[in-house]
């Protein structure tokens, strides 16, 4: 065994990405050490869209959007208890969810993001779902860049 080439792995304490409303942390994130830049650890396991991938399959983040009732008029409902928003506010709040790519390798990503609170079940809801995901991978991609990690 070569150990000259075993590549050490790190940890970056803190990196942020940012797409529009979408601000996302991510903690602790393992990479290898690479001349004046960082490398994914596998190069299919750390891309943004299999982060968000493993995001939703997180126990209690399978119910946190709002559904829609209504094909004309679009109105949002509370998956937990069917309460239909009349009016939306909205106000910034974070999730926080531990990442489990490989069992040694695990990560924190906190998401700040608009959400509105059920009335009537107080539950926490994000509005819509594809809107989210597309922000929430670019600001993967960004806080990425930032950071000079590459494949």
């Not at 239909?84 to 390798?105: G, L, Q, R």
């Not at 608009?114 to 922000?135: A, G, H, W, Y």
């Amino acid at each position: 065994m070569n150990i000259k080439n075993k590549k050490e792995i790190i940890r970056l304490k803190s990196i942020q990405g940012q797409e529009n409303k979408c601000q996302i942390t991510i903690r602790d994130f393992p990479v290898h050490k690479h001349r004046e830049s960082y490398k994914f650890l596998h190069r299919n396991k750390y891309s943004p869209d299999l982060i968000m991938d493993k995001l939703w399959s997180c126990k209690g983040n399978d119910s946190i959007f709002t559904s829609t009732k209504g094909f004309i008029k679009k109105k949002y409902k509370c998956p937990a208890c069917s309460f239909i928003f009349e009016t939306i506010h909205t106000n910034d709040d974070v999730i926080i969810a531990e990442i489990n790519i490989e069992a040694e390798n695990c990560f924190k990503l906190e998401i700040s993001i608009p959400m509105v609170v059920c009335k009537s079940c107080n539950k926490k809801l994000i509005l819509r779902k594809r809107e989210f995901t597309d922000q929430m991978e670019l600001a993967l991609s960004d806080a990425f860049e930032k950071s000079k990690i590459t494949y």
